[in-house]
């Protein structure tokens, strides 16, 4: 996930839901307009109107106007709303017969037709003023009125609330962009990054630099898009990120660089990963951990829209050990609780078998979550459908209990746990009636990995069940630290990989580890986390090339001759420098 | 040319030339740095230093500062010169036992090497100010001393004045952009860029919209590089212009647009022409050209450095038709006079047979332009070389003549051109003592063609030779407007293909000639050229569907299906629009 589906959201926040209203929203649209400016833009610059539609109140009455817009709807030849970028405007179509070209022109016109009409900011007369409407206290007397372009019949409303399948709404994507909704969330993602390029540009003195993207493959990493070049056999290769392009130009003393880059993964389309995305790519010499930590905390400040609740900073953290204990996840959506509880010692004396067994193993543990008014709302085949989620998706060791609190407790190994454990349970995960918990047991990392995903499963469930657990207009972001260097490589565990990538510095306080027992090393990389979707990622980076270089040639067994140019780089008085990169949609068109 | 080219210039115009100075210009640089806001940024938060080095001054006496920089050079081990990315500041380097190991650290890192120094600012003694120098009233005593990464002996010094060969240069990339010049062109790129911004989001209410990079292809224009995709034999396209994505945004209803745009052509490296590219791209709706030009003039001027002369809008237009028949180009540089000038009539009655000839034939003319000062300062080798150039890149029916304005006039020819002509001459072309004629016959355009040429090549050729024609620090606007729509053929005279893109609207007074004469409509297309090149280009669009249906298929006998989209979205309600693009360099990474 980016940035950009919680812009989405913010945008679905900002307007009514659809299909729960018969009117855009414009109201809120054009008070959003002024968020990246102290002055309100000029709308009618350069061009063949006086006035936006949107844009047209009381004080205006009088006014001689010209507007430009679509034609939205027709009332008995009487009324017209016109609608352009900015909203809507009610235009009164003369009757009299002087006017009869005028009339014809307005009221023969096809809806969406573009026209353009000049005439006067009237009052609306007593008592038909539209409250819902911004500009609903005026109208337009027209005077005249002309034909720009007419438009065929439509294969679906410019309306809200006109529900369109996906598969429409793309195929006549012009169409789908005039609604409210489209135009509003496109405004929006432009009004933020202009917060962030003049909180970045303006305010912290950071340099805008493009860095190219037809360029020579570099190992590792993601599968890169390949283009073939005018020599045979030659290839570019599309960036997955400016990563090496951005210490280089903290290298040649750039000091700040930022960019808004265009990335490419050729790993097919997911819905939240498409080959191409944009991020907000970051770096800074000199800094450390915190420094890049208060630097994107207030950037999110700052470009936050003026109509939410500011951002609270600083961000809350949470080491990676911690999230994985806690959440059974990197990403943790703290949005609600549910958190992972480690009961091993409760069974520690255990009849039941798969407990035992799992507890007698070197790793072995005993985990559950406590899913609160879990009895009461979850079904059957809600239970089913988890015990089949936990077997197909973890190995048999992995396997859930369920305990019913109603009363006495349900599951079909309740008769072995005794009042004891069952005392102590309780306490340990504060059970209350009508919940429900889920135990596993298992090795520490397997057994918080299968209840986080129990916990998210749960909380989809309890959600189309009617319970609220997460809030919709609620943006949790959390820090998650301190993640591993180092991973075992899946298909060969002696082997060690990059856990992000192999410019992370070490741990300062880990740096001895590299030579004894390199897998213990933490990495000073941080992601920031937004209710359960990474949304950026970063790392210190390491300036020292005999450490990158004993990191690459003996720990990771990379061919260093590939690097050469960032090793050498670094050995020409690189500075101390770290860096970030927030995940942008590639907008929504 | 982009964009780029002459930010490069005007970068240079800012500090002084290379290699005429040992001292980097910070002070202009960092004059500069205020450009595109009206609050200086912080460039010390978040990092690990209080104060740049650049920005000390008098004023901070007293104040004790942590500086992060390299080191630029060490005098007798007593100074040492700090750099930053805003400046130098002299750091003095303690003498006393008590500080044995701070002046270790600063005495044996060598020159590059990057360090933090905390200190004290101090006047410099009476007598030991350089008032050369920003900093220069002040210096730093060194009371801590960290080295955070040695530098080991450097391919070439980091001086502006160090001459390096550009493959040296393009090598260790990251050491030439620690140079003043370097730096300050890539802070400037971007500084322009943000306030294009600002002008465009801020003030006039435009919308940033990304558009995919990864598409399928779109007929004609130039080469496209191709990307495989992940199903065999398919491939997405790299766009050469967001043109169709732009057009579409308006049917859309987005009202004005604009992204700072990456694209792509598969024509190989030119000095002025890179595979990948960037540009300012532009879309508005209900605009015509006159809008157009408005709000790009409008756009220079607000982002032009504001230690330049501001520019004079409205910029000077000329049409197509002028521009070639003046200085037979489509971009000319009007920084120089030397313009052609149609002197068949003089020649109606010549002797000289190619005139004759020439003349005699239906579209026959004689051309001339008039080298001023060109006897006196051109050599015959110069001559020479102008009539190699003639012979080799033009048809031999286009043959140049030299006259010698000392006294009598020295040609090949003088003796075959009359008194009459002689006089007749010098009164339309204003020759006067020591000038140079060029003079050549044929049919129009070719003949202009060839003197536009061979001015460009007289203007280098004198300034190699010490005349001073065209003022560097001079930026010659200039609208090029009127293009025809279309041109024939090369390759099949009989065809029409678009002069710039089939989008292009025909000019409002020559729809007539569309279905009668279509090669003599003219387009609403201009381009805008500076000091001789074309630096952006643009046009109203087409927004009648039937009109773009009877260009493409029956005047351009393009396969409309390619292109059904666009003629859909035209049919539904798609309003009057236009843009441009102006190119930008990929900044100088």
Redesign the interface.
């Given at each position: 996930m980016y940035l950009g589906s919680w812009l989405n959201r913010l945008g679905r926040g900002l307007s009514r839901p659809i299909g729960k209203t018969k009117q855009p929203i414009w109201g809120s649209l054009s008070r959003s307009?002024t968020l990246?400016?102290q002055?309100v833009?000029?709308?009618s610059?350069?061009?063949?109107?006086t006035n936006t539609c949107g844009e047209l109140r009381s004080s205006h009455l009088g006014q001689e106007v010209t507007l430009?817009g679509?034609i939205q709807y027709r009332r008995q030849n009487t009324f017209l709303v016109l609608?352009?970028?900015h909203g809507l405007v009610q235009i009164l179509i003369p009757q009299d017969e002087s006017a009869a070209s005028v009339r014809r022109t307005l009221c023969e016109a096809p809806v969406?037709?573009?026209v353009?009409v000049s005439g006067t900011v009237i009052a609306r007369p007593l008592g038909q003023e539209n409250p819902k409407m911004p500009t609903g206290e005026i109208e337009i007397k027209a005077k005249t009125a002309e034909l720009?372009?007419?438009?065929?019949k439509?294969p679906f409303e410019i309306k809200d609330f006109v529900k369109k399948t996906e598969a429409l709404r793309l195929q006549?994507?012009?169409?789908?962009?005039?609604s409210s909704q489209?135009?509003h969330n496109?405004?929006l993602r432009?009004?933020m990054?202009?917060k962030m390029?003049e909180y970045l540009?303006?305010?912290?003195?950071f340099?805008?630099?493009?860095?190219?993207?037809?360029f020579k493959r570099t190992p590792g990493g993601a599968k890169e898009?390949?283009?073939?070049s005018?020599e045979p056999g030659r290839f570019?290769s599309?960036p997955q990120s400016p990563q090496q392009?951005k210490q280089?130009?903290m290298?040649?003393?750039?000091?700040?660089y930022f960019q808004v880059a265009?990335c490419?993964r050729?790993e097919?389309s997911r819905p939240d990963r498409q080959?191409?995305f944009?991020q907000i790519d970051i770096e800074?010499?000199?800094?450390?951990q915190t420094?890049?930590q208060?630097?994107v905390e207030g950037l999110l400040h700052y470009s936050w829209p003026e109509d939410k609740d500011p951002l609270v900073a600083p961000f809350p953290s949470m080491t990676f050990a911690e999230a994985l204990a806690t959440y059974g996840t990197d990403k943790p959506d703290t949005r609600f609780g549910m958190k992972i509880v480690d009961i091993s010692d409760v069974f520690r004396n255990t009849e039941i078998r798969f407990l035992q067994d799992a507890l007698a193993k070197p790793q072995g543990t005993v985990k559950a979550i406590c899913v609160h008014e879990g009895a009461k709302y979850l079904r059957k085949e809600d239970i089913e459908f988890i015990r089949k989620f936990a077997a197909h998706h973890f190995s048999q060791e992995v396997l859930p209990i369920f305990l019913n609190a109603r009363k006495n407790w349900s599951s079909p190994f309740a008769k072995f746990i005794t009042e004891e454990e069952r005392l102590e349970l309780t306490r340990l995960m504060e059970i209350q009636e009508d919940d429900m918990v889920l135990l596993t047991a298992g090795q520490h990392e397997k057994a918080c990995s299968l209840l986080g995903k129990l916990r998210l499963e749960c909380a989809d469930l309890l959600e189309t069940r009617g319970l609220a657990l997460r809030d919709p207009a609620l943006f949790s972001f959390l820090w998650v630290l301190d993640f591993p260097l180092f991973l075992a490589k899946e298909e060969s565990p002696t082997e060690l990989e990059s856990a992000h990538h192999p410019f992370t510095a070490p741990h300062p306080g880990d740096i001895h580890l590299l030579y004894t027992e390199p897998e213990k090393v933490r990495g000073q990389h941080y992601d920031l986390v937004l209710n359960g979707n990474e949304i950026g990622g970063g790392s210190i980076r390491i300036?020292?090339a005999q450490l990158q270089r004993y990191i690459l040639e003996t720990l990771l067994k990379e061919d260093v001759k590939l690097l050469s140019h960032l090793l050498q780089?670094?050995?020409?008085?690189?500075?101390?420098h770290g860096g970030i990169a927030l995940g942008l949609h590639?907008?929504s068109?």
């Open positions: 307009l990246s400016s002055r833009p000029e709308f610059s350069f061009v063949a109107r430009c679509w609608r352009d970028c969406e037709s573009v353009r720009l372009n007419a438009c065929k439509l006549y994507r012009y169409l789908d962009l005039r489209m135009q496109l405004r432009s009004q990054v202009m390029r540009c303006t305010l912290h003195g340099v805008d630099i493009e860095t190219p993207t037809l898009f390949l283009v073939p005018r570019y599309l392009f280089l130009l290298v040649g003393g750039l000091d700040r265009r490419y050729d097919g080959p191409e944009t800074m010499s000199f800094v450390d420094g890049i208060h630097l300036h020292d780089a670094l050995d020409y008085g690189a500075p101390p590639c907008g068109f």
